[in-house]
């Protein structure tokens, strides 16, 4: 019986599933201790990071992708009412 525990070392991942160096593969139930919720290297996500990041990163005053995100955040949370967005440095 192989013993279960979670791998030392990740060489791959790709959506909900990750490889260890030894090729066992493992579904990622943590995926990132929850940020990785929409699974690892996501296409989608990863397009969307190179256009940002291509146009620009920070910005010093709000720009409007924040009211955007703002309005679809209180649009998704029934309870939500204000969204607000801090810089944790």
Not at 19 to 37: A, H, K, Q, R, S
Not at 40 to 59: C, F, G, K, W
């Amino acid at each position: 019986m192989r013993e279960l525990r979670y791998p030392d070392y990740v060489n791959t991942e790709a959506g909900a599933r990750f490889t260890d160096v030894e090729g066992n593969i493992y579904l990622d139930y943590l995926m990132g201790f929850e940020p990785i919720v929409l699974g690892h290297n996501e296409p989608a996500v990863r397009e969307a990071a190179r256009a940002q990041m291509a146009s620009e990163t920070v910005y010093p005053l709000t720009h409007p992708l924040e009211v955007e995100v703002a309005e679809l955040l209180v649009d998704a949370i029934p309870s939500a009412e204000i969204v607000a967005f801090y810089m944790w440095g």
